[in-house]
């Protein structure tokens, strides 16, 4: 359970993060936090598999996490303009 609430907390910050770097493509604080919990997910599934695994650490986690949701939010923001 401790483990689950870090993880929201670091896709939290991440997206936070992400809706700061890629400007236009955001939903709003709420969204991007969303957005960043979904992108937590999809770069701890994605990127070790593609051989990209930065390290243990909570500042690890959360760059790993800001590459997940940076990814999402700009595919979300591309479907969305079409």
Do not use: D, K, Q, T
Not at 7 to 35: E, K, M, P, Q
Not at 59 to 64: D, L, M
Request: hydrophobic share 65%.
């Amino acid at each position: 359970m401790e483990s689950l609430l870090v993880f929201l907390i670091v896709g939290g910050i991440a997206g936070w993060l992400a809706g700061l770097v890629v400007r236009g493509y955001g939903f709003g604080l709420f969204g991007n936090i969303a957005v960043g919990i979904v992108g937590a997910f999809l770069a701890g599934w994605l990127l070790p598999r593609i051989g990209l695994v930065i390290g243990g650490s909570i500042v690890a986690a959360i760059v790993h996490a800001l590459i997940g949701a940076i990814i999402l939010l700009l595919v979300i923001g591309l479907i969305r303009r079409r």
